[in-house]
Structure formats: structure tokens, C-alpha cells
RNA sequence: GGUCCGGUCGUUCAGUUGGUUAGGAUGCCGCCCUGUCACGGCGGAGAUCGCGGGUUCGAGUCCCGUCCGGACCGCCA
């Protein structure tokens, strides 16, 4: 071994005694007859102190030493003449007696500081460099510590962990797929998985009746902030269950992790329908960290010649609690905000009550009375603003959802140490997609419609709902599923809704077709984003920093400088020839 | 497919109405310093201002194109 004990390790009562440590050269600072190193591994960082006066042959080594180069040290621990109090290693340094660099460093591009000073690009080039800063050093230990917690939670409760195929067959349905060309078969290509559904339900006509992975899929999409084309599912399916064992199951995940992670306990998960929080927040996955719900004016507020209102198929409001001393400016740059054609609302209304009564920017069409309906109805009381937005019901619920969570991102309300689990229940089956003009399934087309709207399902596809949930944690989506359809008949049923043909369902999906002909057991599972549900854990929404080698916003990985043009001998061995030629 | 922001010493940021010796901080190098821990002091080196074109007597600055990075919309069952 290079080392008795690691750089975060020495504490006082080892005093006086004879260690060996390995690490980086963090800094150097010289004093002139004293030199001091800080030497850092994962654990920690310890103090070295080379003497000119006792020592002049490791005193000149060590002042020949450059960042980040990797040492090896012997030495005696000694207490501190004076203490770092902010270093848990802070009470004692090592006179080394020995000094061996084991590799010199060029000077990185950036410092290895909590704070770097490196910008992102620099930062993912040299990723491995960035990975050596604690903070980054301390997500991925976070994301081990909450992968471990998962395991140990499920293998408590039966689960196994089966491995499924990277290498799989392309489906017409969802995101795009990865593809993988085939050398043995000219023309055929695999699709690497967007996620492991039908392996997980052909597992559970296996017999395997409680399965987990931790896995990686693969979406050919454009990136975010929170997404990445590879990213990780703590997958999981349980047959014979129904939809509530699965919420009591993978509630206990979620309260187990806050609990070991964080050290919060949390008590029932909420739940809510996917119709109320559309109607509440404009949104599938509300952020209930704060109030601010909607409130519907259409009765009380239309109908009185304020033609914005008037013409509006919604008006609907949210109110900002003691925001009534807002000025015009502060006011003009929340409309600015909504009208973004991001967010693509017409205008911004408002009403406020302050010691001054009541007023908005509506007064001269409404009585004084029907404004106070308005402001009873939303609890306008003294100190509030009422923000109010009209026109089309969908665009002008999302309008509003963006606001609300601009404005509780404003009043700090957003607070990244509270979390706010809950479920959202009852989602739609089926969604009209308008470029293609025909049904989409919402979750995916595996997903049993609710047993008592069935029937509904020739007449009025659009209201059937799912036995389909999402858990939602601080305004994100953090994991989704549902029952799955275990019924050859029915799965054929929506395979037609969703326009496949007979011969084209048999193609793509035959092979689970097929398998529920063989006693397929009842079944429904769930999967949940685990890059994302570390990120909040860890207290960010920014996947990335907890990914050991990302790629950026345009799907490139800048260390390898990946994707990457191939040579022709290879195209040729794919039987692939490009039409764009890269230059 | 689209919108917005950015690209200036190794790094990060400033750079006025177009005329500057292109500046600060940090890092790097040298000298001084025996208790520092973001050590301190003094000095030094370091920039074809992303690239190409245009306007102009004159472009880091204005215009067009392009490349790269970041955020977002569409997209992500």
C-alpha cells in the first residue's frame, strides 16, 4: 500500500506517530524557513510542514512541488503550533521525513477549488480534474449513498434486481430511438432501449413477480437542464398488485430515502388527481412547497364589458400574498415575464388591497362591489396582489403555472431544504396528437385503462383515465407508472386506438401478445428518473453535476469529443453510407 | 426546427458615443518572508479580442455569415 491512512483521517490522539500518506498537492505556502503542503485524497486534506532549519533536503523537494502533483509523504504526526478550526484534520500537521513525488501535474486549466474558477466548457473537457473538487466529488457520493439505499430498501421487500437487453428491437412509439446498426444482418438495426417496460412485464409472466434494476435507457431527444439522451431508471414491476400496493410500496422508497438521506421525516404522501392539478396549478406536477392555487373568475368576472375578460374562454388568477406594495415597474416586469412568447400570455391583470382599499387595473368597468366579489372570492386581503391572466383554457392555465412558479421562485418560497412528496393520480389514457391527427398514449401504450371507464373507450377516448400515477417532488417529476394491461384482448383494443394495425401491433409487440397468452399474472410497476431524484436530493435541478461524465446541451460528450465521424472501412462493414458526408 | 444570452492574457470578468499602451482579479514565473491555512510583500511574463467577410481614415466595439458554449420553446409514450 502507499499509505497507512487517508488525508481526512489524522486527528489529534494519533500524535507521535509514524504515517504514510498518498494524495494531491492542494497548495503550497511558503513562509521562507517553513514551507506548508496541503495534501488532498477523497477524504480529506492534510497539512504538511517542511522545516529549512532541520530538514533542508525535503524542505527544497517540497518547494519544488506544483499543483495537483501526486505525492508520498512519511512522517510524525505532530499537534499544531496553531489550529485551522476549519479543518477536521486542523489540530495536526506531519513532518515528513521522507517525500517521493509519484507524478508531477502540468498547472490544471482550472483551480481545484470548491469555487472554481472554471468556466462549464473548460470543466467538462477536463472532467476528470472537475470531478476532484468536493462538490462534484460529493454529488456522485451522494448518488452511490442513495443507489445503495434503493437497493437495501427493495431487496428488504423481495425485490431482485434482473438485468435486461441494451441491444433491442426499434418501436414506433414514444421518444426516438438510439440506433444500432447490425454487421451480421445488412440493412437491420437494433434500438438501444428507452426503457426496459416489456422486459420488465415479460418478467412478470416469467414468474419473477418483484423485479428492480437500476439501468440505463436511452432517448434520441433534444436536451435540458434535467435531461440527458442517457440517463438512469430505478425501474421496477410487482404482479399481483394493485395500483394502491404500488403507491404504499414506492412511497416507502421516497420516505425512505428522505429519511436516510436527508434525516426528514415525511407522513403520507398527498394526492391528488391529474384534473385537479391541472384545475389548481395548470400543471401534472405542481410544486406544493407553497399555496398560491388558482382561482377560477369565469362566473364573477365576465359579462361586465371588460372585453379581455369578456372574450376570455378562462380568467383565472393566483394570489400573491403581501405583494400589494409592488410598484408599476415591479408589475411591468412580471407582464414582460408572461408575455415572453415562451410563456405566450396576452397580458397580466392585477388587483390589490392595501390601507389605501381596494384596487386594479380593471376599476373603471366593475362596480365596487362586483371588485370585491372578485377579491372575496380569491381572499384578496390587506397586503395581497391578485395576478390574473385570460384567454384559451390550456394556454392560459400553463401561462399561469409558469408565473406562480416565477413568483415563488421570487418570494423564495422555493426552499431547497423542504420537500414536498406527493402523487398525482387518474391520468388520461389516451392524447389527441394534433400533427399526426390521431390517439397518443399518455403514459405508454401498455397502461390499463380504469375498469369503470372501458366503456368509454369507443365512444370518448379522451375521458377514459389511466390507472396511470406520478410521484412529484418539489414541482418535478420524479417517477411515473402505472397498471399495466395483463389481457391479450384488451392490449389488442389499444393497440387500435392508437392506429396500429393487426399486422403491425403482431410485428412490433407480438412477442408480449404472445406471452399473455401464457397465465400473465396482474402486474403494474413504476420507474423513477434517478439523475433527477438525486439532483433534488442533492439540492439542485441540474442533473449534470451529478453525472460523472455528462454530455452537454447538444448531446456531446467534450472530454471524448463524442459523437464523432467513422471511417469508411467501418461504414462499409455496417453496410452504411451516409448522405451528408461529414467533412 | 425555433428564441434568447455569451465567446477579450492559462482562467474569470471589465472595456464608454468607433480613436485605450486593451484593464482588474486570479493563476503562472522570480525574489523576500519561521506558523501559514484564500498567508503576506515586491517584481515579471502572458492577448493574432472565436473564425470569415463587410462598413469606415480608423473596428474588441457597428453590420452580415459561420463555429463553439449556456438557457429555453417545440420534442421527451
Not at 118 to 127: F, H, I, P, S, V
Not at 139 to 162: H, Q, T
Amino acid at each position: 500500500m502507499y499509505r497507512t491512512h487517508t488525508c481526512g483521517e489524522l486527528r489529534l490522539h494519533h500524535q507521535g506517530q509514524q504515517v504514510t500518506l498518498a494524495g494531491w498537492v492542494q497548495r503550497i505556502r511558503k513562509l521562507g524557513a517553513i514551507t506548508f503542503v496541503d495534501v488532498r485524497d477523497r477524504f480529506g486534506i492534510t497539512q504538511l510542514a517542511f522545516y529549512e532549519d532541520s530538514d533542508k533536503e525535503n524542505f527544497d523537494k517540497a518547494n519544488e512541488l506544483g499543483r495537483e502533483y501526486v505525492i508520498q509523504v512519511t512522517g510524525i504526526v505532530r499537534e499544531r503550533d496553531s489550529k485551522n478550526p476549519n479543518l477536521p484534520t486542523g489540530d495536526i500537521e506531519v513532518v515528513p521525513h521522507t517525500l517521493r513525488i509519484l507524478n508531477a501535474s502540468k498547472t490544471p486549466p482550472f483551480t481545484i477549488e470548491d469555487e472554481t474558477d472554471g468556466g462549464d466548457e473548460l470543466r467538462m473537457k477536463y472532467r476528470y480534474l472537475d470531478l476532484r473538487r468536493n462538490p462534484l466529488k460529493n454529488n456522485l457520493m451522494l448518488r452511490y449513498r442513495i443507489g445503495m439505499e434503493v437497493r437495501r430498501y427493495l431487496d428488504s421487500l423481495g425485490f431482485i434486481d434482473i438485468e435486461t437487453p441494451f441491444l433491442i428491437k426499434s418501436t414506433p412509439e414514444g421518444a426516438r430511438d438510439f440506433v444500432v446498426p447490425s454487421r451480421i444482418h445488412p440493412g437491420h438495426f437494433y434500438a438501444l432501449p428507452q426503457s426496459p417496460q416489456t422486459f420488465k412485464q415479460l418478467l412478470m409472466v416469467a414468474g419473477f413477480d418483484r423485479y428492480y434494476q437500476i439501468v440505463r435507457c436511452f432517448r434520441d431527444e433534444d436536451l435540458r437542464a434535467d435531461r440527458q439522451p442517457e440517463f438512469t431508471q430505478i425501474d421496477c414491476e410487482m404482479a399481483f398488485v394493485e395500483q394502491e400496493d404500488i403507491l404504499q410500496t414506492f412511497e416507502g422508497l421516497v420516505r425512505h430515502l428522505l429519511k436516510e438521506i436527508k434525516g426528514i421525516e415525511v407522513g403520507p404522501f398527498p394526492r391528488m388527481s391529474y384534473a385537479d392539478a391541472m384545475r389548481l396549478y395548470g400543471c401534472d406536477k405542481p410544486d406544493i412547497r407553497f399555496g398560491m392555487q388558482f382561482v377560477e373568475l369565469n362566473d364573477i368576472a365576465k359579462g361586465f364589458g371588460f372585453k379581455v375578460f369578456d372574450e376570455a374562454e378562462l380568467v383565472v388568477a393566483i394570489n400573491a400574498q403581501g405583494c400589494a406594495h409592488y410598484s408599476r415597474k415591479q408589475i411591468d416586469e412580471l407582464m414582460e415575464y408572461v408575455r415572453r412568447p415562451q410563456i405566450g400570455a396576452g397580458g397580466l391583470a392585477w388587483m390589490k388591497r392595501d390601507e389605501n382599499g381596494l384596487k386594479s387595473s380593471f376599476d373603471k368597468f366593475y362596480t365596487p362591489s362586483q371588485l370585491e366579489a372578485i377579491a372575496e372570492k380569491a381572499k384578496v386581503t390587506n397586503g395581497d396582489l391578485l395576478l390574473i391572466l385570460a384567454g384559451p383554457e390550456a394556454k392560459t392555465r400553463k401561462a399561469l403555472h409558469e408565473l406562480r412558479m416565477y413568483m415563488g421562485e421570487k418570494l423564495g418560497l422555493r426552499k431547497p431544504d423542504e420537500f414536498a412528496p406527493l402523487w398525482v393520480l387518474d391520468f388520461p389514457l389516451l392524447e389527441w396528437d394534433e400533427e399526426t391527427g390521431r390517439w397518443h398514449a399518455m403514459h405508454h401504450p401498455f397502461t390499463s385503462p380504469k375498469p369503470e371507464d372501458i366503456h368509454l373507450l369507443d365512444s370518448d377516448p379522451g375521458s377514459v383515465r389511466a390507472n396511470a400515477y406520478d410521484m412529484v417532488l418539489n414541482g418535478n417529476e420524479i417517477g411515473g407508472g402505472s397498471i399495466r394491461i395483463f389481457d391479450r384482448q384488451l392490449q389488442k383494443k389499444m393497440f387500435q386506438l392508437l392506429g396500429f394495425s393487426d399486422e403491425k401491433a403482431q410485428e412490433q409487440f407480438g412477442f408480449l401478445m404472445n406471452a399473455f397468452e401464457y397465465g400473465a399474472p396482474p402486474h403494474g410497476g413504476i420507474a423513477f428518473g434517478f439523475d433527477r431524484l438525486v439532483a433534488l436530493l442533492g439540492g439542485h435541478e441540474t442533473i449534470r453535476e451529478f453525472i460523472a461524465f455528462p454530455k452537454n446541451n447538444a448531446g456531446r460528450d467534450l472530454m471524448i469529443d463524442a459523437p464523432s465521424p467513422i471511417d469508411e472501412e467501418q461504414l462499409q462493414e455496417l453496410h452504411i453510407s451516409t448522405i451528408n458526408p461529414q467533412v
